[in-house]
Nanobody, 118 residues
Framework: QVQLVESGGGLVQPGGSLRLSCAASGINFSMYTMGWYRQAPGKQRELVARITRTGTTNYADSVKGRFTISRDNAKNTVYLGMNSLKSEDTAVYFC????????????WGQGTQVTVSS
């Protein structure tokens, strides 16, 4: 079975840093575009960052310059490094795996809570 398990979330002060991890199993990891999404209360889920199987990255404007997405194919793991965290970054962060083939479903993790507060 396909499983994406996020870890690393928690409570952090404004200006602090955090690194999220997403461990994947049940997929040929290196063939998937991996992404991080987040959803704040009352808001729609939004793309935070993504990294393709060739290493191309994209970031939401709100996190550009502060967040870094990376992947380790040997560990079947994607990471999201988060620096200079703001209260606006508070959300549940979800890991996503997308084969990017039409009509092929993407997969989602269960989410991990990130709370930025003093």
């Amino acid at each position: 079975q396909v499983q994406l398990v996020e870890s690393g979330g928690g409570l952090v002060q404004p200006g602090g840093s955090l690194r999220l991890s997403c461990a994947a199993s049940g997929i040929n990891f290196s063939m998937y575009t991996m992404g991080w999404y987040r959803q704040a209360p009352g808001k729609q889920r939004e793309l935070v960052a993504r990294i393709t199987r060739t290493g191309t990255t994209n970031y939401a404007d709100s996190v550009k310059g502060r967040f870094t997405i990376s992947r380790d194919n040997a560990k079947n793991t994607v990471y999201l490094g988060m620096n200079s965290l703001k209260s606006e970054d508070t959300a549940v962060y979800f890991c996503n795996a997308d084969r990017e083939i039409l009509y092929r479903p993407a997969y989602w993790g269960q989410g991990t809570q990130v709370t930025v507060s003093s």
